[in-house]
């Protein structure tokens, strides 16, 4: 089983400043096989990221992803008020297909 | 576009069988992967398995004797049951559609495009 980490738990920044969430894989994922998703508070996960550097249809460009085998990073560029949320990273490359424990990016 | 809803009881007695229905709407529940995640409450995310419009499956090991997804494709809805609930149990319940983009080149992409709104199911 695939375990993925996320780090930090907590990330505590002001809107306009840049973030960096990180995933680690406890084994090799295939890039297309890593996604990044936010969840706000009462609602569904929406999908931002997939094969860990697309961007899902209608994610603002501030939006990026990157990394490759054990280590991915989700990038917001410059932090709007409506970035602050949960981020969780996915693989879907070996079953079960698991998520980190989630980022929470809360305004400071 | 593909909207998916959640449906099913929202209180579950310890030891009984939870069973939720997820109906497709604005699109086909064929050539697609359909899947459930749940969240405990102040929790992250779990997949649960997964079911393809044909009927094969794959579930989580860790709920893999307790779990049966299926799919009704007259009715464009799956489900899912879950045996022998504890208060473990309690969580919002997520249904998505699991899809796959990409090609042999430069290789397949997997993700879940869309997601219903989730059902809270208390065992109590």
């Known amino acids: 089983e695939i375990v993925l980490t996320q780090s930090p738990g907590t990330l505590s920044l002001s809107p306009g400043e840049r973030a960096t969430l990180s995933c680690r894989a406890s084994h090799s994922v295939s890039t297309t096989y890593l996604a990044w998703y936010q969840q706000k508070p009462g609602q569904a996960p929406r999908l931002l990221i997939y094969g860990a550097s697309s961007r899902a249809t209608g994610i603002p460009d501030r939006f990026s992803g990157s990394g490759s085998g054990t280590d991915f990073t989700l990038t917001i560029s410059r932090l709007e008020p409506e970035d602050f949320a949960v981020y969780y990273c996915?693989?879907?490359?070996?079953?079960?297909?698991?998520f980190g424990q989630g980022t929470k990016l809360e305004i400071k | 576009q593909v909207q998916l809803q959640e449906s099913g009881p929202g209180l579950v007695k310890p030891s009984e069988t939870l069973s939720l229905t997820c109906t497709v709407s604005g699109g086909s529940i064929s050539s697609y992967y359909w899947t459930w995640i749940r969240q405990p409450p102040g929790k992250g995310l779990e997949w649960i398995g997964y079911?393809?419009?044909?009927?094969?499956?794959n579930y989580n090991p860790s709920l893999q004797s307790r779990v049966t997804i299926s799919v009704d494709r007259s009715k464009n809805q799956f489900s899912l049951q879950l045996s022998s609930v504890t208060a473990a149990d309690t969580a919002v319940y997520y249904c998505?559609?699991?899809?796959?983009?990409?090609?042999?080149?430069?290789?397949?992409?997997?993700?879940?495009?869309?997601w219903g709104k989730g059902t809270t199911v208390i065992v109590s």
């Open positions: 079911i393809y419009y044909s009927g094969s499956t």
């Open positions: 996915q693989q879907y490359g070996s079953s079960p297909y698991s």
């Open positions: 998505a559609r699991r899809f796959v983009s990409g090609d042999p080149k430069v290789g397949y992409y997997y993700y879940m495009d869309v």
